[in-house]
């Protein structure tokens, strides 16, 4: 049965190895009995989103291949900004629906790209691309931090900026708040995560992190880990854990929706009220 673990909990460190142990996507669960509550989940991870709704955009200056994607809200704004970082397979159509979703919320979406205009189609091709990226964390930062200069120049933004990322991606985006450009919100999704209190003590703004109970890579006794070790060194944090479903589970509701949905709804909601109260405000 769907439980949402109400803990404040994000975990410790997961050695590259491990992450690449697990895949991005989902991996096999349990059937479970869900309640069938209506949800305003987006189209986008329930499969029924038409195609990218934006634009390809160079925001890394001098730099032709690195092609992000960017939805933009109706009206004028300004609004904040949003920079989605991709999964381990690079920036495909699912993560532009996404920041097509956003843009509907009122985000100015930018979706990264880390690949330089590559994506994977399989796992090996997929290492391969996240181990080039982890070889070279300066340029990776470097890229963010471009992607929230390309932002804040824009007159349609507030200059107010979160980050966010799915597994891969939410591994870059902690990352990225440990060591990029000042933004103001973090929201991790089942990504690798950093213990260490004095690295942690760099990151000025408030952290969200939804987890899976029956992730094998990032367990949840390391998400309790990173979540106390934020409150001990008074980072605020809304980190939850849902039991029952496994890595990968919110941005592929439609691989078993009976499922995921239940939990994916809850995570959504916390983090369109977490967006509101970081950057939104």
Do not use: K
């Amino acid at each position: 049965m769907y439980r949402a673990a109400r803990r404040r909990l994000p975990a410790a460190s997961l050695t590259f190895t491990a992450l690449l142990l697990i895949a991005c996507g989902s991996g096999e669960e349990e059937a479970a009995d869900q309640p069938q509550a209506a949800t305003n989940l987006p189209a986008a991870v329930l499969g029924t989103a038409p195609p990218p709704q934006g634009e390809n955009v160079h925001y890394v200056p001098d730099d032709s291949a690195t092609t992000g994607y960017l939805a933009l809200p109706d009206g004028e704004g300004p609004f904040p900004a949003l920079i989605l970082i991709h999964e381990w397979n690079g920036l495909v159509d699912r993560v532009r629906q996404v920041a097509d979703a956003f843009a509907d919320e009122g985000y100015v979406a930018l979706a990264a790209d880390l690949y330089a205009g590559r994506t994977g189609s399989n796992r090996d091709e997929n290492i391969a691309l996240v181990r080039e990226v982890r070889s070279d964390p300066e340029r990776m930062i470097a890229n963010l931090d471009a992607a929230a200069a390309f932002l804040r120049n824009r007159t349609d933004v507030s200059g107010e900026i979160a980050a966010m990322g799915w597994c891969f991606g939410g591994g870059v985006a902690l990352s990225f708040a440990l060591g990029g450009e000042r933004h103001e919100g973090t929201a991790v999704f089942y990504g690798s995560l950093v213990q260490d209190p004095e690295r942690l003590r760099s990151i000025t703004h408030e952290v969200y992190g939804t987890f899976a109970g029956n992730d094998q890579g990032i367990p949840p006794e390391e998400v309790e880990r990173f979540a106390a070790t934020l409150d001990e060194i008074g980072i605020q944090n809304d980190i939850h854990v849902y039991d029952d479903v496994n890595h990968g589970f919110w941005l592929y509701v439609d691989e078993n929706p009976e499922l995921r949905r239940a939990p994916a709804t809850d995570a959504w909601r916390r983090l369109l009220a977490y967006l509101e109260r970081t950057v939104g405000e």
